[in-house]
Nanobody, 124 residues
């Protein structure tokens, strides 16, 4: 059974930084796509960023390009999201998500596994 455990959410002022972590366990192979979605109150879920465990290819939503950086430690099976220059509109619950069907599938919302979510609040 695949489990995803997020950490790192917090309250931060606009312009500040946070790093989210997602520790994964239970994958049957070393080839999977993993990343982050977010959902703010009253808004639709949005794909933020994802990465391939096999080739390191990445995807970023336009709204976070240049501010967020995703990385993966394959030995620890942990993915990180470094979030800089945070804005109030980044406020949301951030969910770790993963699939063994590849990055394109993850980007399209074909998610097999979800974490429990971590709250990020950016004050103005």
């Amino acid at each position: 059974e695949v489990q995803l455990v997020e950490s790192g959410g917090d309250l931060v002022q606009a312009g500040g930084s946070l790093r989210l972590s997602c520790a994964a366990s239970g994958f049957t192979s070393d080839d999977y796509a993993i990343g982050w979605f977010r959902q703010a109150p009253g808004k639709e879920r949005e794909g933020v960023s994802c990465i391939s465990s096999s080739d390191g290819s990445t995807y970023y939503a336009t709204s976070v390009k240049g501010r967020f950086t995703i990385s993966i430690d394959n030995a620890k099976k942990t993915v990180y999201l470094q979030m800089n220059s945070l804005k109030p509109e980044d406020t949301a619950v951030y969910y770790c998500a993963a699939t063994e069907r590849g990055v394109p599938a993850l980007i399209q919302g074909d998610i097999e596994y979800w974490g429990q979510g971590t709250q990020v609040t950016v004050s103005s």
